[in-house]
């Protein structure tokens, strides 16, 4: 057997035992509440409570029974420390993604920094930025977003909010990332199974795909101005890709969730859109959004401080 071969069978078997430690666990999905300063883990569904985001699992398989019941007690599992720069803690953190391992990476805002929390440790680890706020190929400037690209390129895909870039940086031992996509005023992404990237441009109001090795992108939701129109966003935050490659969009500005079809000309809402309100049938400047396996959309509903 070659070499190659048996590392493939190693990384196998871990996975398989990943997978089994998961199945004999009471809930095999928790929820990560997120203030300024620390992450909580809960039950069920990983949820951000500062930027009110809902972290995209990268299988997008996660399953919550229809009839689950949301435990309030957490432990905290990042940060908590106050708020700060050190290896436990956090600053204004925004951007959450959760791997198939539970490890934690953390877009700590106005840290300037990716922070990485392997499950059960008591500090983290910068993976990216960290280096002061700035522009250069080892900094980060106001980092709003996070995704992990290991199936394509075992790379963070980040989103350099306050240089206007997308950065692409090594998962293990980066010491500096590369641009991948300039100009453009991103906040949310996800991630397709094919690698493509769904970007949001929070100033064009519209949601960009980019396939590998792509700079320009196509537009996938939005791009018609700021508006409410069922061909418009207005100020959207975070992105969610199905299966069938349907956008489900945070649309902020218009307090409504938003879901495009591929290929679709106009979308349709899906939650929210009889403005602003805390009725149950109203949201408040969303951001988060994320869908299970049912189809069940959840909504982190940032001006009602509540997930929907």
Request: charged share 25%; hydrophobic share 30%.
């Amino acid at each position: 057997m070659r070499e190659n071969d048996i590392e493939r069978l190693r990384q196998t078997i871990n996975q398989m035992k990943i997978t089994l430690k998961q199945l004999i666990q009471p809930t095999t999905t928790k929820a990560i509440i997120v203030t300024n300063d620390r992450i909580d883990w809960n039950r069920f569904i990983y949820v951000e409570n500062e930027d009110n985001r809902i972290a995209t699992l990268c299988s997008n398989s996660t399953y919550i029974h229809s009839d689950a019941e949301w435990v309030q007690n957490s432990v905290t599992v990042a940060g908590g420390d106050g708020q700060g720069s050190g290896m436990n803690q956090l600053f204004y953190s925004r951007g959450l993604y959760v791997d198939d391992e539970q490890t934690i990476y953390v877009a700590d805002t106005s840290n300037h920094r990716i922070m990485e929390w392997k499950y059960g440790a008591t500090n983290g680890q910068v993976v990216a930025g960290g280096n002061r706020q700035g522009n250069g190929t080892h900094q980060l400037n106001n980092s709003y977003d996070v995704i992990v690209d290991k199936k394509k390129s075992d790379s963070l895909i980040i989103s350099d909010c306050g240089n206007k870039r997308i950065v692409r940086w090594p998962c293990r031992n980066g010491t500096s990332g590369e641009t991948i996509i300039s100009n453009i005023a991103s906040i949310g992404l996800a991630i397709d199974e094919n690698g493509s990237i769904y970007v949001i441009d929070h100033g064009k109001h519209e949601v960009r795909r980019y396939s590998i090795g792509d700079t320009e992108g196509i537009v996938v939701a939005g791009g018609r101005g700021k508006g409410n129109r069922l061909d418009q966003l207005a100020y959207p935050y975070y992105v969610f890709v199905d299966r069938d490659h349907s956008v489900y969009v945070s649309d902020h500005g218009n307090h409504r969730v938003m879901k495009w079809k591929e290929d679709a000309k106009q979308g349709i809402v899906v939650a929210g859109g009889q403005g602003s309100g805390d009725d149950l049938t109203q949201l408040s400047n969303p951001r988060g959004v994320f869908v299970d396996e049912l189809n069940t959309l959840y909504v982190a509903d940032g001006g009602n401080h509540r997930i929907m």
